[in-house]
């Protein structure tokens, strides 16, 4: 069925400026026109829907989830294992509803990011689109090796086998955990490097073999730039960087996935009532809540250092539950310096690109996939506005109406 969504100001993931005068025209799952003025003959049999004083922005994603939240052992602490699946499932789900139609997952347990992406993709359940890593990459005593969504290996040899596995089993791409953690122990903090020359080198001469990308959580410029030296697709949270790891993410097209609601998770950083909101749902304990404290001015400072010199920044909030995570991290985006516009493509069209997507995804142009988010309000004038969802689209079809 043809569907014309009638003339919503569109903020296409790509312009400077939100494009007036134009109408969507959606078949077959695509968007196949933009269209000044739909013919008699296109809207003849269509499905009009009038979105004048509506805007359009294409579909958003989260670039770094674990599907459930990675402090899931703090918040839910007598969580089955079973009913963790369940709730990432449940949590993909309602991201839907706030207008996540993707997500890309960097290191879950027992790959449940491929059970959910094919349960979303074959309609049993609605949900985003899932990007899967399967496990995260460490070390004995590397970063979260205790969490259940690593998978700890050491030398060239045994990173071989562990990727190899990962890739049988269907992943989009691979998670490496080069550096340790914001919240880790004494030995693995972000200052901290794990992986050693020999086994950086056998998962990336397997990443380049095979061509897979690689996901790089890197928290010091020093582990940022191994990381980018050897090829890293994308660098997660950075939470300190410096002008020469900078100045190589730029050289080397290199993603940067700053995660910043991993510091910004505390009272002092709340500005606005969604985010306090938050913080009183989800509080730190003490000891996190003093590292997120520490670590959030050179976290700042380092994403601002990165947007001036115009790496590529995408969205992904490495918390949960992805309905509020998500959004929360768009409005820190531009808390920390980011025009609402830059922000939306962050979301979007480099969102894509780091999911290798950006050919299908992304953007709202002629021959892309129709996953659109259409709001009530204007999100360039306030980015807070992004929440004011009235439809969203998945795959050329209604998954979300708040219209009623
Ligand atoms: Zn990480
Ligand atoms: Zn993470």
């Not at 569907?3 to 968007?31: C, Q």
């Not at 991201?95 to 997952?105: D, E, P």
């Amino acid at each position: 069925m043809r569907l014309i969504l009638l003339n919503p100001t569109i903020i296409d993931g790509k312009s400077t400026e939100p494009i007036e005068g134009f109408s969507i025209i959606i078949e077959n799952n695509r968007i196949s026109k933009l269209s000044k003025s739909p013919t008699q003959t296109e809207i003849k049999g269509a499905k009009v829907i009038d979105l004048h004083g509506f805007f359009a922005i294409p579909g958003l994603f989260d670039t770094h989830t674990h599907l459930v939240s990675p402090l899931s052992d703090v918040f839910h602490a007598n969580e089955t294992t079973v009913a963790r699946y369940i709730r990432a499932g449940k949590e993909c789900m309602d991201g839907l509803s706030v207008g996540i139609t993707s997500v890309r997952a960097v290191g879950t347990h027992n790959y449940l990011d491929l059970a959910w992406k094919r349960s979303f993709a074959n309609n049993m359940f609605s949900g985003p689109r899932i990007f899967a890593s399967g496990y995260a990459l460490t070390t004995t005593a590397g970063h979260a090796v205790e969490k259940e969504i690593t998978y700890a290996s050491d030398g060239g040899p045994g990173f071989r086998k562990i990727i190899r596995e990962q890739l049988k089993e269907g992943v989009d791409h691979l998670k490496l955990l080069m550096s340790g953690g914001c919240f880790g122990d004494r030995w693995d903090s972000p200052t901290d490097t794990h992986f050693l020359t020999d086994e950086i080198e056998s998962v990336f001469g397997i990443a380049q073999q095979r061509g897979y990308k690689v996901a790089v959580h890197a928290g010091s410029p020093e582990s940022t730039k191994i990381a980018v030296k050897a090829g890293a697709h994308s660098i997660e949270h950075g939470y300190s960087l410096d002008e020469e790891s900078v100045a190589l993410m730029v050289s080397n097209n290199t993603y940067y996935v700053p995660t910043l609601l991993i510091t910004h998770m505390t009272n002092e950083a709340a500005l606005t009532p969604y985010h306090k909101n938050y913080i009183t749902q989800w509080p730190l304990p003490n000891n996190l809540l003093e590292r997120a404290n520490a670590n959030r001015a050179a976290h700042s400072s380092a994403f601002k250092m990165a947007l001036e010199a115009g790496v590529k920044i995408a969205a992904g909030s490495d918390a949960g539950p992805l309905k509020d995570a998500s959004i929360l991290e768009i409005e820190l985006l531009v808390q920390n310096g980011m025009s609402p516009m830059n922000a939306i493509k962050a979301a979007t069209l480099t969102s894509a690109a780091v999911c290798e997507a950006d050919e299908e995804l992304g953007s709202i142009e002629e021959g892309k996939c129709a996953d659109l988010v259409i709001l009530r309000k204007n999100p360039v004038e306030a980015i807070g506005n992004i929440r004011s969802v009235y439809q969203v689209y998945k795959n050329g079809k209604l998954a979300i109406d708040e219209s009623q």
